[in-house]
């Protein structure tokens, strides 16, 4: 395998179909190997791997590493990592992704731990330019930049890895957009052999019980979101916003204070470290504006912020603010639409 | 069978409580407005450390946390609600570590600390929000790792059995120890202090921020010292520590101004909301 330096993906690969999140990496991985003018590759680890390289080649990629064994599936730490420590000594890539979820959360720190290269979590923008360091005077040429919010949200911080590759970088799904390249592109598929990358005392864990539903809310999916922050005061509060939502055929979303206290389940948060969604309509309560939550839903068609402060920093991105109390505005819009929709 | 388990601890700026003032005029942070507390999912893996300890009696919890002198503070809160001791590792050669040459300064200290069964902590620290340090040092030592734990079941025949949380489910797994385990945020809470022990760990600090009369204190009382490490008692190459041994670098931070859009204004105001309402019907924005 003489191909070095490219642009690789790891593949979450459940009940036969690719990740989404995996999807969405393919996308942004194809535009940015075009910027550096190499290939995007694909590694993807399981059982019945069979129609992977139909579900990503419309994505563009060049190469798909497929290693196939029973004792691959379900996911587990040591194995997948090893076969990509093992994987990326021989590639040598130059830019890594996977998704930033409970699996590659759990693999990419220790890929990067063993081959001391730079991992950067949660990423809301991959971009690629150059860097100057400000101690040497080098410069670097056609970096990764890893763009993510950090410090609670409150900054925006731009990480490149100037030394060390692969340059990592996990992203949460719905962040990045997915496209399909080419329908009719086809890549060349390489089967790996298990063995020659993963020893048998890598299989340690042992899952006894495993309970996976797919999940009631769809808040991705849904054209219109009403979301309540910190602002709502109570998980009483929030019933109203669900009667909103009953009323309008929407999801309920939350910031993550809202979460954090106690009023809503994990699944609904939006933000950096929950859910990103661009819905057609979003309708923010109670919610200040903080920017690990714009970042979630900053790309919506249509915001409207109700809140009693006038000045919320959410305000500067809404197209509609109603300066006022939730719990008195959100019955208003209830019975309004009630009264005026067919 | 008794353990001897190690909890990760941070003293984090509390980001989840930032007011008007916690940004300088420049753009960068002002820590010195934002409150340092024990890092939440932080309590949830000392709570598990503190079941298994009552689970098997003569299990000793040990508290790491690096960090200045002043994160000690965490250590005292861990000893007030039923740690046994607690180490903080401090050292300038750790400044500007990023996550791997974090896990790395802490696996040199783990590697100090003899037989260690389990390393228990939280999944993320709120101030950076990347969830590598536990797997990092999982790596750096070799051993297996469950992340996104929700309970510790027990420990048994060399494997303890966990349950952890996963994209809509739950899995519930047996690994060998000694491993490292990360701790979600929706475990069980922390238990408050403990006021028996908050009266004999009241005096408890490391010894660099101990005056005269606390140090014959700490002299008097061992078991009032708390346990402060360098870069040269647990043996770490420098080249590895702190901004040196870091392979990512910022290239900038920004504070983050919305490019403001001109927003129609409304109030909370019957007529007003009624209008905008047939509006949004009209234009089929809802309906």
């Known amino acids: 395998m003489a191909d070095k330096n490219n642009l690789i993906v790891y593949l979450e690969f459940e009940d036969g179909k690719v990740a989404d999140v995996s999807l969405e990496l393919l996308t942004k991985g194809r535009e940015l190997a075009d910027k550096l003018g190499i290939k995007l590759e694909a590694v993807v680890a399981g059982d019945n791997l069979k129609d992977v390289e139909k579900q990503v080649f419309p994505y563009g990629v060049d190469t798909l590493y497929k290693v196939e064994d029973k004792r691959l599936y379900p996911y587990t730490s040591l194995p997948h990592s090893s076969l990509l420590i093992n994987l990326f000594k021989e590639l040598e890539p130059r830019i890594a992704f996977m998704g930033a979820t409970s699996i590659g959360r759990d693999l990419g720190p220790r890929v990067s731990s063993a081959l001391h290269s730079g991992l950067t979590a949660d990423c809301t923008q991959l971009e690629i330019g150059d860097y100057t360091d400000p101690k040497t005077g080098k410069e670097y040429k056609d970096l990764l930049y890893q763009i993510r919010p950090a410090f609670g949200g409150n900054i925006v911080a731009t990480i490149v890895n100037p030394d060390h590759r692969p340059q990592m970088a996990t992203v949460r799904e719905g962040v990045m957009k997915r496209e399909e390249r080419d329908p009719n592109h086809t890549g060349t598929v390489v089967n790996l052999k298990a063995e020659d990358y993963i020893k048998d005392e890598d299989y340690v864990v042992e899952i006894l019980d495993r309970h996976v539903e797919k999940s009631k809310v769809n808040l991705k999916g849904s054209p219109i979101i009403v979301a309540g922050g910190y602002g709502v005061g109570s998980k009483e509060n929030f019933d109203l916003l669900q009667q909103l939502a009953d009323t309008l055929g929407a999801e309920v979303g939350a910031s993550r204070a809202a979460v954090d206290a106690g009023w809503v389940d994990h699944d609904r948060q939006i933000g950096q470290t929950g859910v990103t969604v661009r819905p057609k309509l979003y309708i923010a309560c109670g919610i200040s504006g903080q920017i690990q939550h714009i970042a979630g839903m900053q790309d919506s068609g249509i915001i409207i912020s109700i809140n009693s402060d006038p000045d919320a920093p959410i305000n500067k991105i809404a197209d509609y603010v109603i300066t006022g109390k939730m719990e008195e505005v959100v019955p208003k819009l209830i019975k309004y639409y009630k009264k005026n929709s067919k | ?287």
């Open chain 2, 1 to 287: 069978m008794s353990l001897n388990i190690i909890v990760l601890a941070k003293q984090v700026p509390d980001t989840r409580n930032v007011g008007k003032d916690a940004m300088k005029a420049d753009g960068t942070v002002n820590r010195a407005a934002l409150p340092a507390i024990f890092n939440p999912e932080d309590l949830n893996a000392l709570e598990q450390a503190l079941r298994l300890k009552e689970m098997y009696p003569g299990t000793k919890v040990t508290l790491l946390t690096m960090g200045p002198a002043r994160a000690a503070e965490v250590i005292r809160e861990g000893l007030y609600r039923g740690a046994d001791n607690g180490v903080v590792l401090s050292d300038r050669a750790f400044a500007g570590a990023d996550t791997l040459a974090t896990s790395y300064a802490l696996s040199a200290a783990v590697r100090k600390m003899g037989h260690v069964d389990l390393i228990i902590g939280g999944r993320q620290a709120i101030d950076g929000d990347t969830a590598q340090v536990g797997p990092q040092i999982a790596e750096k030592l070799g051993w297996p790792q469950v992340t996104y734990a929700e309970e510790i079941e027990k420990v048994a025949d060399g494997r303890v059995v966990v349950k952890r949380r996963i994209e809509g489910g739950v899995e519930t797994v047996s690994c060998p120890v000694p491993c490292v385990v990360t701790v979600n945020g929706s475990a069980a809470p922390c238990r408050p202090r403990n006021a028996k022990a908050l009266q004999k760990y009241k005096y408890a600090a490391v010894p660099s921020e101990a005056d005269e009369a606390r140090k014959a204190l700490l002299e008097a009382r061992p078991w009032l010292e708390i346990g402060e490490w360098n870069a040269a008692t647990v043996d770490a190459d420098l080249e590895q520590c702190g901004l040196a041994g870091s392979p990512t670098k910022v290239k900038g931070i920004v504070n983050v101004v919305f490019t403001a859009k001109e927003a129609r204004r409304l109030d909370n105001d019957d007529a007003q909301i009624e209008e905008f309402v047939k509006e949004l019907i009209a234009n089929h924005t809802i309906g």
